[in-house]
């Protein structure tokens, strides 16, 4: 049996031998702490919720092959990295709700290493913690994390570019360059918005300087964005069709966005500030948003007031690239076509607003008061959070799902209008129920819809004589016909023609409080049909 000398020294070389293995666990110890509990707080959202609709799209993308993707993206208005990454990680994780909505955890982990190991290289560790922590408790942050769609993938892509140049502004090196260059080729390839984030970090290392190497790594940043320039042409083309029927696709972008975004976008990264409509978190009294305000604003003062001294050369950088980040698309939206939505475009945003509160709150002389900020921070968002996380949905496609697989049968076919397919096509497909689209080429642009271009372009009387002479081809034996409906205008003359068909026999209209689409609040029907034939 070993002294307590030797028991001591025994220990001691293993503690030594895992820090080597592990060193964060010796020295970042709260790292490992703050991924913990983000996992724990994001788990009710990963969980619990029926896939919505644009969620339904990711699921449906990624089932089919990289060229199937790449091709379908034509009717969307983003890149396909996401989506070619999904399909790959179905195929070891699965894809149900909670194996796809991991590899968003995923990639919102990685940030929050990326927020820590910001704050630490470029501040102390007291900020990278208190950056890190914000970051995993905001509502944007938490809301994303939950969702099988690209913004975390792009806040990790954006941490990871930013700390890119910090490294090569310190050290150019080969290596360096060549990271960046494939992170920020793989943002591009993510979201259209990481051609802003490219000129943020440009902007941030204007504002760092002359170096040790003078302007140098500002000059080869330049070059590299060229590169990723030449990296990006494969996907022009789609990006050109893309931009020829935004009309038809995303023309709704255009009534969610106003000269007063940008303002919306402020008050959404302070706790208990309005957040974007889809997420539906509570509305509190206007002095209450006053004092969110002034508890978030009031540290950045003094440490905004720093910038100028020799040490406030990283605030310098943080703080020109939020606002270039920030000012790009809203300019773009504002001088030639809306594409600034607020809690999307600006998500990459979010992780440094996190570390511009860090190190602003550390740097405040009295500790005491820098600890009781955060505390209150943090709580006002994890509050936020778990509402967001707990809540009882009003509204979920789940109840039409679970009708429809305990009435319904394999060969039955289900005809969705609008917005509803997404949700249809991955919980029924798979159990062999005929996928259709009212109108028919909803079934390629999934997650949009334009009611005015359809009725200025569209003949939707014949449109719903077509689609219902598809749904009949469609069916055999004694199979059904199941209409997802909804009260929208476009959908009337889907309802007549049915109304007007012989051999089809409606049944009763199926509703529930609780059936409708999930975070756009739209409440659904059912409306059933039999063949004439089987009507009994």
Known sequence: MPSPGESGNINNAGRHSLSKLFPFL???????????AQVILNLPGILIPPL?????????LARRTPGEIWRSMVYDAGPPLYYLLLHGWRFVFGESEAALRGMSLLFALLTTI??????KLCFDKKTASFASLLWICAPLCVFNAGQARNYT??????VGLALGAVFYWRKPRKWTWAASLALLTAAVYTHNAAWFMALAILAGLWALGRGDYGYAPLCNWGTMLGGALLLYLPWTPTLLAQMRITERTIGWVEKAWSPWSIGWTMNALIPGGAMPPYIDLPVFPAYLYGIAILLWTAPLVPALLGMMQPQGKMLRFLTAFFLVGL???????????????VGRTDFFLTPFWCLL??????????????????????????????YMELRDQERSELDIVRYLEQRGKPGDAVLCTGLTRPPMEYYLKPKGFRILSYPRDMAQHLAHLNEEWYAKNVDLDAEAQECIEEAKSVLTGQGQLWVIGSERRINEPLFEQLQREKTLRGLNRVQTPKMGLRKIGEPLFILPYLQANDAG
């Open 26 to 36: 010796q020295n970042d110890w709260p790292l490992p702490l703050l991924l913990a």
């Open 52 to 60: 919505w609709v644009d969620e339904a799209y990711s699921a449906i």
């Open 114 to 119: 990326g927020v820590y190991f910001f704050g």
């Open 153 to 158: 993938l792009l806040s990790a892509l954006s």
């Open 327 to 341: 000012a790009g698309p809203y300019l773009y939206s504002l001088i030639w076509k809306p594409i600034y939505l």
């Open 357 to 386: 509160a860090g190190a602003a709150v550390s740097q405040l002389q009295r500790k005491w008061l820098g600890n009781l900020l955060i505390a209150i921070l943090a709580a006002q968002s994890l509050g936020l959070s778990l």
